[in-house]
């Protein structure tokens, strides 16, 4: 999964933030859900990126770790045992130890308006269901390294989805047809992989004529979930066009500029839902029902 979010990380730091990946070739199986490992690495990235407004270095690093029972001892919850350990590391400012006390407290930011401070509490979240563990080490102006231990398993991954559905009892799902169009690939997998376990009808555009051709060949979306920027046709466009050809589908735009640049820009269709890339699941799932719902 680290590997394979690779491409999605760069975009997410941005050029000035130079990505490492150091991923050991024995680190072991784990069992956690690959949507929700690729959110708490986007969710870190994010962070670094912020932390590192001049640029920097973001090092991701893999490796199979035993936890003994004196480390148990002293971190509480803690099991000891064989773990996979994802190091993310960043080069930025660092945080005091006021600061790491609080950043697991849903809505604490020091971002201001910028952070709604849940992407902390949502790595917590997924780690704690994982049956992991998390711990921070920062220092003011030093930096910042997130450890991740995640339980080691050694049979091969259950394809069964008991797990993954019994981590997400508490979102928003639904039934109806949803048409994605994304044309980051990652990106694009990810929410796909997301909305169908949701329970919703997901078929994927990487364009938008790919998605217009689709709804011309007879689909019938009930919500049409687009980024804003696209190569080619921008998302409101888009949106105005499968109107035109599905006049009740509900739009979700999704996009990395802030909801309020995009209408300040008057980028945005008045009364259109808009979720801020990155997103967690949750985020999207409450956008989708919201628009849904209206
Ligand atoms: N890598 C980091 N370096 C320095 N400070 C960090 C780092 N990661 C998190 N923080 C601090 O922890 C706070 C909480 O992080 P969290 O991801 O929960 O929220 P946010 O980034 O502020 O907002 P959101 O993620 O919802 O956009 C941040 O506001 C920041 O002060
Ligand atoms: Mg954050």
Not at 58 to 83: F, K, M, N, Q, R
């Amino acid at each position: 999964v680290v590997a394979e979010v690779d491409e999605m990380l760069r975009r997410v730091i941005g050029e000035d933030v130079q990505l490492t990946l150091t991923l050991a070739a024995d680190a072991g199986k784990v069992r956690v859900d690959a949507g929700q490992l690729t959110q708490i690495l986007m969710n870190l990235a994010a962070n670094a990126r912020d932390a590192m407004p001049d640029g920097g270095r973001l090092i991701v690093e893999t490796a199979p770790v035993e936890l003994d029972e004196a480390y148990a001892a002293a971190h509480a919850g803690v099991a000891p045992g064989p773990y996979v350990l994802v190091t993310v590391t960043d080069t930025g400012i660092g945080m005091s130890r006021e600061t790491i006390a609080r950043v697991f407290e849903p809505f604490f930011t020091t971002k201001g308006e910028k952070g709604t401070g849940l992407g902390l509490p949502t790595v917590y979240g997924i780690v704690r269901q994982s049956g992991g563990h998390l711990e921070i080490y920062s220092e003011p102006g030093l930096g910042a390294a997130f450890k991740i231990y995640l339980p080691r398993v050694e049979a091969p991954p259950e394809t069964g989805v008991a797990s993954a559905s019994d981590s997400r009892g508490a979102v928003a799902r639904g039934t109806e047809s949803v048409l994605l169009v994304e044309d980051d690939l990652a990106l694009r997998e990810m929410t796909s992989e997301v909305l169908q376990d949701a329970g919703y009808a997901v078929t994927a555009a990487a364009t938008p004529d790919e998605a217009l051709a689709a709804v011309a060949r007879g689909l019938a979306p009930d919500l049409l979930v687009t980024d804003v920027v696209m190569p080619g046709m921008k998302g409101p466009e888009l949106a105005r066009r499968i109107h035109a050809l599905r006049p009740g589908a509900r739009i979700v735009f999704m996009s990395g500029y802030t909801a309020g640049t995009m209408l300040d820009r008057g980028m945005l269709p008045e009364g259109s839902v808009f979720v801020e890339k990155p997103f967690t699941s949750e985020r999207l799932l409450r956008a989708i029902r919201k628009a849904l719902e209206e």
